[in-house]
């Protein structure tokens, strides 16, 4: 049987800006709350990419980060974000 206490919850949030608000950092600690989505508006430079990482990763370690490729501005996101991981 699962544990469910151990399972990602099904929603997907988006962040409005660069930097996590308090009312974002609360949602991100809800059980219901399995991933996290960039867009090209989170993003300025690959330092406040990392910073904005780390302060996802503080409110919720577990969390899936996904990024959209979907629109032209948020492919050169898309390579900071995985060069980033290396």
Do not use: W
């Amino acid at each position: 049987m699962n544990n469910h206490s151990d399972s990602l919850g099904v929603l997907m949030l988006a962040l409005e800006g660069t930097q996590l608000t308090k009312f974002e950092q609360d949602l991100l600690r809800h059980a219901s709350v399995g991933g996290l989505i960039l867009f090209s508006r989170n993003y300025k430079t690959p330092t406040q990419l990392k910073q904005l990482i780390t302060s996802v990763r503080a409110c919720r370690k577990d969390i899936l980060i996904a990024v959209d490729r979907k629109a032209d501005a948020c492919n050169g996101l898309f390579r900071i974000f995985y060069n980033s991981l290396h």
